[in-house]
């Protein structure tokens, strides 16, 4: 394969990938135009047309994709065996890219990034935050930060959190002249915060057990987010029930800002767990962070 080609198959993945030319262009550095005419004389010398282009858009072609799907994994294996290469290097060095849920990011990731990174200057470390279920094969991710339930069985997985709980919680003042919900079904009769996922396309249905009975409510309210932080905050302004982590309101239970309620439904369930593929090649900067993150109980 000549070099040029070489070099043409790799800026069409970085097309491909992020179907755009503009960002694919200063990904690798170069203009768009340069960019473009390198495609077309790539598409004239395998006969084959691999990119849609629009006026707004690039996508890539049928043809295009069994392209990318063929060749982008040997191109990732490559970089993987030269990053590997900074083994022979005194200090662990290379770029991090992890996606995590802005949950996970603040009570797990942060701590420890916090702690390590002083003393790893050659580190970097990109996180991604993002609630829904990302393919970080695809997306090109190094890792990713999910609850135990959630991670793949072809994924490596290493519990980096303890366990975890949720809490149904609302403030006093939600609480002034309404009954106290004493099992699952009474929140219908309240006004609850919900919690719009992307992996659901839809509201997050509220799921609660005791004594090995599963109960799940759809609940109703005038809010709702996609994200846990601004529930929290309804909550505590007395906009209704929250159903969140329990880690994220303690000092609020503890001060009694928030109220809790139906305690005994929610036990405890596998906590954070760091993930990456099986035949991903560990650089020492990645195996320094997962033996830093891992959790010792």
């Not at 063929?70 to 060095?93: K, T, W």
């Not at 109703?220 to 982590?245: E, H, K």
Request: aromatic letters at 8%.
């Amino acid at each position: 394969m000549a070099r040029r080609d070489s070099a043409d198959l790799l800026a069409f993945l970085a097309v491909a990938r992020e179907r755009s030319f503009t960002r694919a262009a200063a990904q690798l550095g170069v203009s768009p135009s340069a960019l473009s005419h390198a495609m077309r004389g790539l598409e004239e010398r395998l006969g084959v047309r691999l990119l849609t282009r629009t006026t707004r858009s690039v996508a890539p072609t049928e043809a295009g994709e069994r392209l990318a799907r063929s060749i982008g994994p040997r191109f990732d294996e490559i970089e993987a065996e030269i990053a590997a290469l900074s083994a022979v290097r005194d200090r662990p060095a290379g770029t991090i890219r992890i996606t995590a849920s802005e949950h996970a990011a603040e009570a797990v990731l942060w701590p420890v990034l916090e702690r390590l990174l002083p003393a790893y200057p050659d580190i970097h470390v990109e996180v991604s935050i993002d609630s829904a279920l990302t393919d970080i094969v695809t997306e090109r991710f190094d890792a990713g930060v999910r609850l135990g339930e959630q991670v793949g069985r072809d994924m490596i997985s290493v519990r980096i959190g303890p366990d975890m709980r949720m809490a149904v919680a609302g403030s006093p003042a939600y609480f002034a002249g309404r009954e106290v919900p004493r099992v699952p079904a009474d929140l219908t009769s309240h006004r609850c915060i919900n919690l719009r996922l992307p992996t659901l396309g839809g509201f997050y249905v509220w799921e609660f057990e005791k004594h090995g009975r599963e109960v799940k409510v759809r609940v109703d309210g005038q809010l709702a987010f996609n994200a846990v932080r601004p529930i929290v905050t309804a909550a505590l302004a007395g906009f209704g029930l929250g159903f969140v982590p329990e880690d994220r309101i303690d000092r609020y239970l503890a001060d009694g800002r928030l109220v809790r309620v139906l305690a005994d439904w929610c036990p405890p369930f596998p906590g954070f767990h760091l993930y990456y593929p099986s035949r991903r090649q560990q650089t020492p900067a990645f195996a320094l962070l997962v033996a830093a993150l891992r959790h010792r109980s």
